[in-house]
C-alpha cells in the first residue's frame, strides 16, 4: 500500500512561477524525503525534513511539515524549464531502514 | 558522490527464463535496495540488504529472489520471467545511515522487458 500520496498528479506552470505539490501519509514517521526524477533516469534527493521540524529551505526549495495532518508540501520558486521533472515523497513509516514513496507529481515548466 | 552502476542498463526476454539484474557500488555503503516503477505506482520496494549475507523483503518481493555476496554488489534474480515483470528497475544505496537518516542515491536504472 502507498504511504504518500501526490498532490496534484500533474502540475504545468510558466518559468518565473511558484509550483507547489503536496504529499499525504498514512503513519507517524521519522522524516519525510522529497526527490526528483527527470525523464529515463533514477532519483535524485531534495531535501529531507525530520519529524520535529516544521519548515526547512534549501535554495529555491521550501519544505512544510505539518505531522498533526500528515502532510508535507514542497514549493520550488521561479520555476526553471530545468526544473520538469517528476517529485517524489517518502517516508520511512516509522522504520528508518526502508523508504516508501508515494505515486509522485509530474511538474512541466513551459519557458 | 556515491558511485552506483546497475547492468545491464535494457534487456528484453522471453517468459520463462531467467534473469539476474546486477547492481554495483564503488562505497562501502551497508544497504542497498531493489525497487521497481511503473506507472501510476511510484517505486515499490522489492527487496534490500542491510550487510554481506543479510537480506529483507520489500511490498513486492513474490517471483523475485536476491543475493549479496560482497558489500558492493547486490543481485537481483527473476527466476523464471513473467510479462507482469516487465518494469524499470531501481537499485539505490543508503547514504544517511551515519546522520540516522535513510538518504539514498539511485543509480541510472534497468529497463526489463519481459515478452
Known amino acids: 500500500s502507498q504511504q504518500g500520496e501526490e498532490d496534484p498528479q500533474a502540475l504545468s506552470i510558466q518559468e518565473g512561477e511558484n509550483a507547489t505539490m503536496n504529499c499525504s501519509y498514512k503513519t507517524s514517521i521519522n522524516n519525510l524525503q522529497w526527490y526528483r526524477q527527470n525523464s529515463g533516469r533514477g532519483l535524485v534527493h531534495l531535501i529531507l525534513i525530520r519529524s520535529n521540524e516544521r519548515e526547512k529551505h534549501s535554495g529555491r526549495l521550501r519544505v512544510t511539515l505539518d505531522t498533526s495532518k500528515k502532510s508535507s508540501s514542497l514549493l520550488i520558486t521561479a520555476s526553471r524549464a530545468a526544473d520538469t521533472a517528476s517529485y517524489f515523497c517518502?517516508?520511512?513509516?516509522?522504520?528508518?531502514?526502508?523508504?516508501?514513496f508515494g505515486t509522485g507529481t509530474r511538474l512541466q515548466v513551459f519557458p | 558522490d556515491a558511485g552506483i552502476t546497475q547492468s545491464p542498463r535494457h534487456k528484453v526476454t522471453e517468459t520463462g527464463t531467467p534473469v539476474t539484474l546486477r547492481c554495483h557500488q564503488t562505497e562501502n555503503h551497508r544497504y542497498m535496495y531493489w525497487y521497481r516503477q511503473d506507472p501510476g505506482h511510484g517505486l515499490r520496494l522489492i527487496h534490500y540488504s542491510y550487510g554481506v549475507k543479510d537480506t529483507d523483503k520489500g511490498e513486492v518481493s513474490d517471483g523475485y529472489s536476491v543475493s549479496r555476496s560482497k558489500t558492493e554488489d547486490f543481485l537481483l534474480t527473476l527466476e523464471s520471467a513473467t510479462s507482469s515483470q516487465t518494469s524499470v528497475y531501481f537499485c539505490?544505496?543508503?547514504?544517511?545511515?551515519?546522520?540516522?537518516?535513510?538518504?539514498?542515491?539511485f543509480g541510472p536504472g534497468t529497463r526489463l522487458t519481459v515478452l
Open positions: 517518502a517516508t520511512d513509516a516509522g522504520n528508518t531502514d526502508k523508504l516508501i
Open positions: 539505490a544505496i543508503r547514504v544517511g545511515l551515519a546522520g540516522g537518516t535513510n538518504e539514498q542515491f
